[in-house]
C-alpha cells in the first residue's frame, strides 16, 4: 500500500478497511469508511494515471469493477495530493 500511503483522511473519517486492487489496469485502493453516522466505499486512483479521464470514465471503471452496488449514487473528487477519489455504497451506520 505504499503507493498509496499519502491519501489524506479527513480527521473525523475512520478507514475500517483498505485493500489495494487493479481495475483495468489502474491501480486503485478500495476503502470501507464512515464519517458522521454515514457509512460508505472509495475507489482511490492516483490523479497522474486517471487525469485524462473525465468523471463519467472514472464512474465507469468503479462499475466494471464490480463493487459499487446496483443503484447506488456515486461523488467523484479530485484533490491537489494527486488522488481520484469515487465515493459510492453510500448508507447509514
Given at each position: 500500500?505504499?503507493?498509496f500511503s499519502?491519501?489524506?483522511?479527513d480527521?473525523d473519517t475512520r478507514?475500517?478497511a483498505?485493500?489495494?486492487l487493479d481495475?483495468?489496469g489502474?491501480?486503485?485502493?478500495?476503502q470501507?469508511?464512515?464519517?458522521e453516522?454515514?457509512c460508505?466505499?472509495?475507489?482511490?486512483?492516483?490523479?497522474?494515471?486517471?487525469?485524462?479521464?473525465?468523471d463519467?470514465?472514472l464512474r465507469?471503471?468503479?462499475?466494471v469493477s464490480?463493487?459499487p452496488?446496483?443503484g447506488?449514487?456515486f461523488?467523484?473528487?479530485?484533490n491537489k495530493q494527486g488522488?481520484a477519489?469515487?465515493?459510492f455504497?453510500?448508507?447509514?451506520?
Amino acid at each position: 500500500m505504499e503507493a498509496f500511503s499519502n491519501v489524506p483522511v479527513d480527521p473525523d473519517t475512520r478507514i475500517l478497511a483498505s485493500h489495494l486492487l487493479d481495475v483495468q489496469g489502474h491501480q486503485a485502493l478500495l476503502q470501507l469508511w464512515s464519517w458522521e453516522g454515514l457509512c460508505a466505499m472509495s475507489l482511490i486512483f492516483h490523479e497522474d494515471e486517471t487525469a485524462s479521464l473525465s468523471d463519467e470514465a472514472l464512474r465507469k471503471l468503479a462499475i466494471v469493477s464490480g463493487i459499487p452496488k446496483e443503484g447506488t449514487s456515486f461523488t467523484i473528487s479530485r484533490n491537489k495530493q494527486g488522488y481520484a477519489f469515487v465515493n459510492f455504497n453510500f448508507s447509514n451506520d
